[in-house]
């Protein structure tokens, strides 16, 4: 299927890729950041980051179901079951589709009838913002499926350019223009639109053998239901409604300015994620690659590997965070932000734990062993969520960030563990591993045979 290519060859040029997509989509924050701050005020910031927060809800259930396609997609096509793969696209199209506007229309009667506000900024940026996400879901979907044939160089190459692209415009009429929140975000939108057709006649050129039909298989449909249900509790449940539910916290029931300050710690923060996020993006297609061929030895020792990669760059991106930190915060905020270490540190150690936990998460969800993580990380979550409804009340800003850090370590806890039950491999074995440095030489001098 991918012919003989050298694993430190494919691995070099899917991270180049991937480098490009996450470096663009985790700089932008960033970059806009002053931008905004200074041609918006700081309360209509905490505003725009309010009702984006709210809108990003409609993505919970959509981004289950693309990673359970990714994962699903690689599987089959180490398999070489190409007639499985486009089975599974027409299936799951059909049900992201249905799912993401039912998911719409509910998100927003619940916005008017449970949240209470008078900001016009926050009422018209959140259809606005959803009715983008959307959009740029159903791009997501078809690069995923590509990556997860392991063609993850070419898409995520196509993506970095397309949120480039993006990233200008959204600079350009803020900068140039002056246009408040909701024209800047209605022009996006129209760039969105044009986006997605490129993505399609893309997606056409490098997948030739697929179809795409809204046509659902309801054997397929049972078979991968377990699985987008844990997907759902780890994505929805940690990534999603935990930390854009923070934002929400903040905004409504302290302030827009104290949630745009907020931000803007927990963004520069998070860069110590970006370069993790390349890297694990890339191992989890390997992974799946290899399971679905039966190399369950290799697997382990690019397993091990991983560990390798996350650990050395998420201890390089600390020691940086904890030097320039403040520097950043200035830098991004225009002085307009003071770096609260009582905030910043516990954001950063939280970070630190997540780009750990990485490894562990993807080697779970590409093969398969996600349900178990559900289940243990759905007893941590109980405990963590009650943290963040606690702390706060004592603590304020600080306990926030206290509570996210929390619910860091038991997230990472509980996928740490149960990878150690699903792959067979003591704590001594991977410690042994990961001090040994010609495994990452042999790792990478073998020829792929999928």
Not at 96 to 108: D, G, N, R, T
Not at 356 to 379: D, E, I, M
Not at 411 to 439: H, K, Q, Y
């Amino acid at each position: 299927m991918l012919g003989a290519d050298g694993h430190a060859k494919r691995l070099l040029r899917g991270m180049l890729g991937a480098g490009m997509a996450h470096f663009v989509v985790g700089l932008s924050p960033l970059l806009l950041l002053p931008l905004m701050i200074n041609k918006w005020g700081l309360d209509t910031y905490g505003q725009w980051l309010s009702a984006q927060a709210i809108g990003t809800f409609v993505t919970f259930v959509g981004s289950a179901l693309i990673l359970t396609v990714q994962s699903e997609v690689s599987l089959l096509y180490g398999k070489g079951d190409v007639d499985g793969v486009s089975g599974v696209i027409s299936t799951m199209l059909a049900c992201i589709v249905s799912v993401s506007f039912c998911s719409a229309i509910l998100i927003y009667a619940l916005f008017h009838l449970f949240i209470s506000t008078n900001s016009a900024i926050v009422a018209l940026i959140l259809p606005l913002w959803m009715t983008y996400m959307l959009v740029s879901q159903a791009s997501t979907f078809l690069l995923k499926v590509l990556s997860g044939c392991g063609f993850y160089g070419q898409a995520d190459s196509f993506d970095a350019v397309m949120r480039f692209s993006e990233f200008l415009i959204m600079f350009s009429t803020i900068y140039y223009f002056g246009l408040p929140p909701y024209q800047a975000l209605s022009i996006m939108i129209a760039v969105s639109i044009i986006g997605l057709t490129a993505v399609f006649v893309f997606f056409r050129a490098h997948a030739p053998w697929s179809r795409i039909m809204l046509r659902p298989d309801v054997v397929i449909i049972r078979r991968l239901v377990p699985r987008i249900f844990s997907m759902l509790i780890l994505t929805m449940a940690y990534n999603q409604l935990l930390l854009q539910g923070v934002r929400v916290v903040i905004g409504f029931s302290y302030s827009m300015t104290e949630a745009g300050a907020y931000n803007v710690m927990n963004t520069v923060a998070r860069m110590i994620r970006i370069p993790v996020e390349i890297g694990v993006t890339v191992f989890r297609v390997e992974f799946g690659l290899m399971n679905g061929a039966r190399q369950k030895q290799r697997l382990k020792e690019m397993f091990i590997v991983s560990n390798q990669f996350a650990i050395a760059i998420t201890s390089c991106g600390v020691a940086a965070m904890l030097v320039f930190g403040g520097a950043l915060v200035s830098l991004f905020s225009k002085r307009t932000v003071d770096l609260d270490n009582h905030v910043f540190l516990p954001l950063l150690s939280g970070l630190a734990l997540e780009g750990l936990s990485f490894p562990f998460l993807t080697y779970l969800l590409a093969t398969g062993h996600v349900r178990p993580a559900a289940l243990t990380l759905l007893f941590s979550l109980c405990i963590s969520y009650a943290a963040v409804f606690f702390f706060p009340g004592y603590f304020g800003l600080p306990g926030v960030a206290i509570a996210i850090a929390i619910c860091t370590a038991l997230f990472a806890g509980s996928l740490i563990f149960t990878t150690f039950v699903s792959i067979g491999m003591s704590v001594n074995e991977l410690l042994s591993g990961i001090l040994n440095p010609s495994m990452l030489v042999r790792a990478l001098r073998l020829k792929s045979q999928t």
